[in-house]
Each structure stands twice: as C-alpha cells, then as structure tokens.
C-alpha cells in the first residue's frame, strides 16, 4: 500500500500532463495565446510547470471577468430567438389573421351571392 501511495504524484503529473497535451490538441486556435500549439504541446512536457503555465497564460478563456461585468453569468443564448421575442414572427402571425379574416368576409359575401341553401346566419 506504502509503495502505491509513493508512485501516486507520478501518476497525478503523467495524467495531468496527457490531459494538458490533448486539451493543447483540441482547442480551436484563436483561443491560444502566444506561440502555436505545437510550442505549447512541447512546453507542458516540462512535468507539473508545463501543464500549470499552458492553463494560466496559454489558453483563452471563454467569458473574460472584465467583458462581463466583473461576474461570470450565464453565456448569452445564441440561435434562433424565441417566437415572442421574434417581431418577424409576430407580424408574420398578425398578416396570417387578417389574411384568414379577408378568406371569411369573401366566403361570406360568395354565399350571400349564391343564396347557399347551407347557410344557417340566415334563419
């Protein structure tokens, strides 16, 4: 048990170390600061300091504490608005009822004109 607990940082550092060298791989490259990826994948083979500067100095972070207002909020939705926030939509609906309201009228007047038997606002 002694000797598993000895080779326990050495694990923790190979680990952080892999973890560091595959989150230098994945991140899009304009949230890397300063040198390229590669530099920075060389750089966190330096065991414990490496992994510790690239999450630090090396990667951008996504919401910037002086961008949103000294708190980190919830992100901004991004994607299509709501349909009560979209006016598009709500203008789209208002032209749908008057256009609904026109078909009615002209229903109408077509029965008046006929004399549609069917029509029971008569009797």
């Given at each position: 048990?002694?000797?598993?607990?000895?080779?326990?940082?050495i694990?923790?550092?190979?680990?952080?170390?892999?973890?560091?060298?595959?989150?230098?791989?994945?991140?899009?490259?304009?949230?890397?600061?300063?040198?390229?990826?590669?530099?920075?994948?060389?750089?966190?083979?330096?065991?414990?300091?490496?992994?510790?500067?690239?999450?630090?100095?090396?990667?951008?972070?996504?919401?910037?504490?002086?961008?949103?207002?000294?708190?980190?909020?919830?992100?901004p939705?991004?994607?299509?608005?709501?349909?009560?926030?979209?006016?598009?939509?709500?203008?789209?609906l208002?032209?749908?009822?008057?256009?609904?309201?026109?078909?009615?009228?002209?229903?109408?007047?077509?029965?008046?004109?006929?004399?549609?038997?069917d029509?029971?606002?008569?009797?």
């Amino acid at each position: 048990m002694i000797r598993l607990l000895a080779y326990l940082p050495i694990l923790i550092a190979v680990g952080l170390t892999i973890f560091t060298m595959i989150d230098i791989a994945l991140i899009d490259r304009s949230r890397v600061k300063g040198p390229p990826k590669l530099v920075w994948i060389l750089i966190s083979l330096v065991v414990v300091i490496g992994p510790v500067i690239w999450f630090l100095l090396g990667r951008e972070r996504l919401i910037d504490a002086s961008q949103a207002g000294g708190s980190f909020g919830p992100r901004p939705r991004r994607g299509p608005p709501a349909p009560d926030d979209d006016t598009e939509f709500l203008g789209k609906l208002g032209r749908e009822t008057a256009q609904e309201k026109r078909i009615r009228d002209l229903e109408e007047r077509l029965r008046e004109m006929d004399g549609d038997p069917d029509d029971k606002s008569k009797e």
